[in-house]
């Protein structure tokens, strides 16, 4: 079974662009999560999505948004880039959210220039 | 200013010890924890999890003990290898209903062989 799929692994934006980033979750599950991971901050939770909708965002700006495909892919998008948001951007995958195992991808490399 | 990176407190073992890598989390509230091995460049790998109906639970090689007075987890790694050097982190998931994960500063454990 194929785990958490993330794309890009690399990327690198100048201030001001948006970018949009891709998760693929383990086939059969259907709650998605973002997670920004900053050597500063750690890991801290953006959102996750579950069946399409968006069940719980975590503290960051409205910059900062999401969607869910009806095959559960999930996609998530920072607009107008500032430098602080050069990170690791994770997703996890699981089941059916709540008490269940999640599991995370390779992540995305975000780099701010 | 510069930001300054979370200095991770460090085990150093080796190779064949028993390490013991402790966690504290944050809310009473909390009913489910799982324990991540995340590597250099890579995203987080599932260990193990337990509920909160539970004070103990073994994997291969690892047990997870659960003190819901102190908020106290600790992961047990028995017969420690150099493969298993990584950062450790504890998650708590805040609300049983969605996928949330808080997660501690972790610690990095070194094996030498």
């Known amino acids: 079974k194929a785990g958490v799929t993330q794309t890009p692994r690399y990327l690198i934006k100048t201030r001001g662009q948006q970018v949009t980033l891709s998760c693929s979750p383990i086939?059969?599950?259907?709650?998605v999560s973002w997670y920004q991971q900053t050597p500063g901050q750690g890991l801290q939770f953006l959102f996750e999505?579950?069946?399409?909708?968006?069940?719980n965002k975590g503290n960051f700006p409205g910059r900062f948004s999401g969607r869910q495909f009806s095959n559960s892919r999930s996609e998530m998008n920072v607009s107008t880039l500032e430098l602080g948001d050069s990170a690791l951007y994770l997703c996890?995958?699981?089941?059916?959210?709540?008490?269940?195992?999640?599991?995370f991808g390779q992540g995305t490399r975000l780099t701010v220039v | 200013g510069e930001s300054v990176g979370l200095h991770l407190p460090t085990l150093s073992v080796q190779e064949g010890d028993n390490s013991i890598i402790n966690c504290a989390y944050s809310?009473?509230?909390?009913?489910?924890f799982i324990w991540y091995k995340q590597e250099s460049g890579k995203g987080p790998q599932f260990i193990i999890d337990?509920?909160?109906?539970?004070d103990k639970r073994q994997g291969q090689r690892v047990t997870v003990l659960l003190n819901k007075t102190v908020k106290h987890l600790s992961l047990q790694i028995a017969a420690t290898q150099p493969g298993d050097s990584a950062v450790y982190f504890c998650?708590?998931?805040?609300?049983?209903?969605?996928?949330?994960?808080?997660f501690g500063k972790g610690t990095m454990l070194l094996v030498s062989p």
């Open positions: 996890a995958s699981s089941f059916s959210g709540g008490n269940t195992e999640a599991f």
């Open positions: 086939s059969g599950h259907r709650s």
């Open positions: 999505y579950f069946s399409e909708t968006q069940r």
């Open positions: 809310n009473s509230a909390s009913d489910y």
């Open positions: 337990i509920r909160s109906n539970m």
């Open positions: 998650a708590e998931n805040l609300n049983s209903g969605y996928s949330t994960l808080t």
